[in-house]
């Protein structure tokens, strides 16, 4: 893993980008860290060339972004055209809002659209990607629901892009879960895993986790990911702070370059 493919899911840093102004400035500290990629994500209204214009003046560029599920089922030409407008490939599903998983046609809806959808965006030169939660780790009939949603739709159609703490939080292998996408996991999120004094999960900063990042990059690596997205639900503090220590130490201790 180079520096140059660590990107910052800017979702860490939604209370950040409320207003183009906001942006602009959140997008400046996020440079000044170190990173030199971000995923659109979380962020207030703004015009795709004015966000292209900022892009531009802080070095940044946007290696991908979530988007709207009931649009990217329903009408993915519009996706389409916003990712064309960000100079921009890959997107993802971020969350399945609405899906009834004790329906089984719930679930063979949602996987039928996002194959289409993929279709459609992979027409365009672009990539579908999901982003798991812990939901899609309840049992299906082989493996998981996430198993169910990679085994029903073409790997051209719909990738991956794997959050490491909620498949840890759904009792899967992050690594594990990077080698069964080898070829198909263009993305991922690395997002620490940690317990509390009082009993309970937490987000953490790259590094103040138990999650085995050695292994996991590796493991992504081997599956040809090609962006390393840092994002971190909450944090204790000032989320800049968390992924100032979170950049930091894939600086020192993951990347290569």
Same mark, same amino acid.
């Given at each position: 893993?180079?520096?140059?493919?660590?990107?910052?899911?800017?979702?860490?840093?939604?209370?950040?980008?409320?207003?183009?102004?906001?942006?602009?400035?959140?997008?400046?500290?996020?440079? +000044?860290? %170190?990173?030199?990629?971000?995923?659109? #994500?979380?962020?207030?209204?703004?015009?795709?060339?004015?966000?292209?214009?900022?892009?531009?003046?802080? %070095? =940044?560029?946007?290696?991908?972004?979530?988007? $709207?599920?009931?649009?990217?089922?329903?009408?993915?030409?519009?996706?389409?055209?916003?990712?064309?407008?960000?100079?921009?490939?890959?997107?993802?599903?971020?969350?399945?809002?609405?899906?009834?998983?004790? !329906?089984?046609?719930?679930?063979?809806?949602?996987? +039928?659209?996002?194959?289409?959808?993929?279709?459609? =965006?992979?027409?365009?030169?672009?990539?579908?990607?999901? &982003?798991? &939660?812990?939901?899609?780790?309840?049992?299906?009939?082989?493996?998981?629901?996430?198993?169910?949603?990679?085994?029903?739709?073409? +790997?051209?159609?719909?990738?991956?892009?794997?959050?490491?703490?909620?498949?840890?939080?759904?009792?899967?292998? $992050?690594?594990?879960?990077?080698?069964?996408?080898?070829?198909?996991? $263009?993305?991922?999120?690395? !997002?620490?895993?940690? /317990?509390?004094?009082?009993?309970?999960?937490? /987000?953490?900063?790259?590094?103040? %986790?138990?999650?085995?990042?050695?292994?996991?990059?590796?493991?992504?690596?081997?599956?040809?990911?090609?962006? /390393?997205?840092?994002?971190?639900?909450?944090?204790? %503090?000032?989320?800049?702070? #968390?992924?100032?220590? #979170? /950049?930091?130490?894939?600086?020192?201790?993951?990347?290569?370059?």
């Amino acid at each position: 893993m180079n520096l140059s493919q660590v990107a910052a899911q800017l979702y860490t840093l939604r209370d950040h980008l409320k207003t183009p102004e906001e942006i602009a400035e959140t997008l400046k500290k996020v440079a +000044a860290i %170190g990173y030199r990629a971000v995923q659109v #994500s979380g962020m207030g209204p703004i015009a795709e060339e004015d966000l292209n214009a900022i892009l531009k003046e802080t %070095g =940044l560029i946007c290696c991908a972004t979530h988007e $709207p599920g009931d649009v990217i089922r329903k009408e993915p030409e519009k996706i389409v055209e916003r990712l064309k407008k960000l100079n921009c490939r890959y997107t993802a599903y971020p969350y399945p809002n609405g899906v009834d998983w004790a !329906k089984p046609e719930d679930l063979a809806s949602l996987i +039928a659209d996002l194959d289409k959808a993929g279709a459609v =965006l992979r027409q365009a030169g672009q990539v579908l990607t999901y &982003h798991n &939660h812990a939901i899609e780790f309840l049992p299906h009939s082989e493996g998981t629901v996430l198993d169910a949603i990679y085994r029903q739709t073409d +790997a051209r159609n719909l990738q991956g892009e794997i959050d490491t703490y909620w498949v840890q939080f759904g009792g899967g292998d $992050p690594a594990a879960w990077c080698r069964k996408l080898k070829g198909r996991l $263009p993305l991922l999120h690395m !997002k620490d895993y940690a /317990f509390t004094l009082a009993d309970k999960p937490a /987000f953490a900063e790259i590094g103040k %986790g138990n999650l085995d990042w050695p292994g996991i990059v590796a493991a992504a690596e081997a599956a040809g990911c090609e962006w /390393f997205i840092v994002e971190q639900d909450t944090c204790p %503090g000032d989320p800049f702070d #968390s992924l100032k220590i #979170s /950049f930091d130490h894939i600086a020192k201790k993951l990347a290569t370059a």
